[in-house]
């Protein structure tokens, strides 16, 4: 399929972004940690004809720039920087589409831009509640004191996943971080930077609910059954407080949950297609 690629810049900070599709509707994708945007080509592919598509690169992965060091993105700057792509591409409405660490993306533009906002698509969203492990895998607060020096000396860090995994006080998943996302030192940074830079941008999960049931926006949740880091159990709480939303638990983990989602929309769309 045919993409176009492009660059949006506010104040010094780049987004890159491809755009692909050709259809009516606008969806905006917002990927998770450790990917990019071409993590949804397999998704773009099967909504293209639904759908114009724009993936983007968060700050930190892909060709995305951020110019500020270790300064945490607030929710303002972010607006204005959405703002300002919005009309840039000249788009008046559109549905939201975010995986993991993307779900915060998803939310912050959810809490701003609701007026806009057709339907949401949440894909085990981070933002809303997520299981220690991934809090300390990602975001680790707990290890604040050490963890900047990992970036030049890894040692420290992989003592103590070491140790805890000896005592048997570690999650797999986490054990599996450690050994796929510190490796190098560009990985090291973009962890770091990562929960430094995006750790503001925290949700009421009422209030995120209140805002889809006044403007009646489709919510559409994607969890895996395999999935140890956002769960169901993780999920109840937000979904209690919905009026209507569609939630399907798909045979998958974390890692491969895209590509199941991917799937489901196929079989969705041929069976509509038969009918």
Do not use: C
């Amino acid at each position: 399929m045919q993409r176009e690629y492009g660059y949006h810049e506010h104040r010094k900070a780049l987004m890159y972004y491809s755009k692909s599709g050709k259809g009516k509707k606008v969806l905006l994708t917002f990927h998770g940690f450790g990917q990019t945007s071409n993590h949804f080509y397999e998704l773009e592919d099967v909504l293209a004809s639904e759908y114009t598509i724009y993936s983007f690169d968060l700050f930190f992965h892909g060709k995305s720039y951020w110019p500020f060091r270790d300064q945490p993105l607030q929710k303002d700057f972010w607006n204005e920087f959405f703002a300002g792509f919005l009309e840039s591409q000249q788009i008046e409405r559109f549905s939201l589409l975010g995986f993991s660490m993307g779900g915060k993306f998803v939310l912050s533009t959810l809490e701003y831009f609701y007026s806009k906002i057709d339907k949401v698509i949440l894909i085990a969203p981070d933002g809303i509640k997520t299981s220690f492990w991934y809090n300390i895998a990602t975001y680790p607060t707990l290890l604040q004191g050490i963890f900047k020096r990992t970036i030049v000396k890894p040692r420290i860090y992989h003592n103590v996943v070491n140790t805890l995994n000896r005592f048997k006080l570690l999650d797999k998943g986490l054990h599996r971080f450690a050994n796929t996302q510190m490796i190098t030192r560009e990985q090291r940074r973009r962890v770091y930077f990562s929960w430094i830079v995006f750790r503001d941008l925290k949700f009421n999960t009422k209030k995120v609910a209140v805002i889809l049931n006044d403007n009646k926006i489709e919510l559409e949740l994607f969890l895996g059954t395999y999935d140890k880091i956002i769960n169901l159990k993780n999920m109840k709480y937000f979904l209690r407080n919905l009026n209507n939303y569609k939630l399907e638990v798909l045979t998958a983990g974390h890692s491969n949950l895209i590509h199941a989602v991917a799937k489901y929309f196929k079989t969705r769309i041929n069976k509509s297609e038969e009918h």
